[in-house]
């Protein structure tokens, strides 16, 4: 992982990667999508933790909720601000990685 992209979130310090592992391996998300970064908190500049994600699923009601407890179960971390989007949606290179830092530009005019 790359140092720039480390989230410090509640004494923790955490790789954006980490928090994709657990979240990939929901069954209606889609390969490689899943971006958790940090955006500036506008009261104090403190890290806000952000994960966008795409779920396959027509069904989004609890999503948000269900990325929480799961991120709480698997690594004690409470996301800030969960956006999910329609799959495809995520900005990604030509070779399909997630760019995170058009997610964030993209969530930021959410």
């Known amino acids: 992982g790359r140092e720039?992209?480390?989230?410090?979130?509640?004494?923790?310090?955490?790789?954006p990667y980490?928090?994709?592992?657990?979240?990939?391996?929901?069954?209606d998300v889609p390969p490689g999508g899943v971006a958790?970064?940090?955006m500036p908190d506008a009261s104090d500049g403190a890290d806000?933790?952000?994960?966008?994600?795409?779920?396959?699923?027509?069904s989004w009601a609890g999503a948000e909720q269900r990325v929480r407890g799961r991120l709480v179960e698997a690594?004690?971390?409470?996301?800030?601000?969960v956006a999910i989007v329609a799959p495809g949606a995520l900005p990604r290179t030509t070779s399909g990685k997630v760019r995170r830092a058009a997610c964030r530009a993209l969530v930021e005019a959410m």
Not at 6 to 15: A, E, H, R, S, W
Not at 18 to 27: H, P, W
């Open 4 to 15: 720039k992209d480390l989230i410090f979130k509640g004494g923790q310090k955490v790789y």
């Open 18 to 27: 980490e928090i994709e592992a657990v979240l990939a391996a929901e069954e």
């Open 36 to 38: 958790a970064f940090a």
């Open 48 to 58: 806000l933790l952000v994960v966008a994600m795409e779920l396959k699923s027509r």
């Open 75 to 81: 690594l004690g971390l409470r996301p800030d601000r």
